[in-house]
């Protein structure tokens, strides 16, 4: 009876943690999406611009706050920054519609009143422990209409616009 119950186990294990494992991607990259509608939802309602900020050096993000009243500093205000789960970092993010790549520590993404926002790739990566890429996501933002859509990307494509 053991001897079946410890076949059964082995026989699962693999099943489960393939199924932990893809749990964690969806819970990561679905967290993200999630802000990135929150802003552009906010943005359309309250007919201001919405910015999402991505710190590549932390690997967090977080929507831009409003400027007090009266403060005209320069600093970034973040409201509810976020980290990325361990074992997930930001790669890159590409700006089809503009010639430069960017290359600061912080990218952002804005929101617009009428629903458009900027159109972005932004490529998250999974590490394992011995620090080589498991899986690609890439996060694409529609420009003109605001919708954002995640998927796994496919180790023989080169592009997802």
Do not use: W
Request: hydrophobic share 35%; glycine share 6%; net charge negative.
């Amino acid at each position: 009876m053991l001897f079946i119950l410890g076949l059964i186990t082995a026989m699962a294990m693999p099943t489960f943690i393939n199924f932990h494992r893809k749990s964690v991607e969806r819970h990561t990259t679905g967290q993200l999406t999630q802000l990135l509608h929150f802003a552009h939802q906010q943005a359309i309602f309250k007919r201001k611009v919405r910015t999402v900020g991505i710190d590549f050096e932390t690997n967090t993000y977080y929507v831009k706050a409003d400027p007090i009243p009266g403060d005209y500093s320069f600093e970034i205000r973040k409201q509810h920054q976020t980290p990325l789960l361990e074992g997930f970092e930001f790669e890159s993010i590409v700006y089809p519609e503009r010639e430069e790549e960017e290359d600061s520590d912080v990218a952002f993404v804005n929101f617009y009143p009428n629903g458009t926002a900027d159109k972005v790739k932004l490529t998250i990566r999974r590490v394992n422990d011995r620090g080589f890429t498991e899986n690609l996501f890439i996060v694409r933002v529609n420009g003109v209409t605001g919708h954002i859509k995640v998927r796994e990307k496919k180790s023989d494509e080169e592009s997802y616009f």
